[in-house]
């Protein structure tokens, strides 16, 4: 659990406060929101640049493809490091 101390000018803690957003569910809730729709906003920016870019889309067969390969890179990696450690 982390515990976070914050700075805010008095009438914007007077409405959170009013309004109930000040208790810990409420901030984490607050939170949570916040960091899906950053998110959301980086990964649409990120398809608008691949838009601009001219990147044609890829086929459902094809992400299944990088998908696989990027699991298959991943658990070989972790084979190696589980096998560096009993040398």
Request: charged content about 30%; proline content about 5%.
């Given at each position: 659990?982390?515990?976070?101390?914050?700075?805010?000018?008095?009438?914007?803690?007077?409405?959170?406060?009013?309004?109930?957003?000040?208790?810990p569910?409420?901030?984490?809730?607050?939170?949570?929101?916040?960091?899906?729709?950053?998110?959301?906003?980086?990964l649409?920016?990120?398809a608008?640049?691949?838009?601009?870019?001219g990147i044609?889309?890829?086929?459902?067969?094809e992400?299944?493809?990088?998908?696989?390969?990027?699991?298959?890179?991943?658990?070989?990696?972790?084979?190696?490091?589980?096998?560096?450690g009993?040398?």
């Amino acid at each position: 659990m982390t515990t976070l101390t914050i700075d805010l000018p008095d009438n914007i803690a007077k409405q959170a406060q009013d309004a109930g957003l000040l208790t810990p569910e409420a901030l984490a809730q607050l939170l949570k929101d916040a960091v899906r729709r950053q998110a959301g906003r980086r990964l649409l920016d990120a398809a608008q640049r691949i838009q601009a870019a001219g990147i044609p889309p890829m086929s459902d067969e094809e992400i299944v493809a990088e998908v696989k390969a990027i699991r298959a890179e991943r658990r070989a990696r972790q084979s190696r490091a589980g096998n560096a450690g009993r040398s």
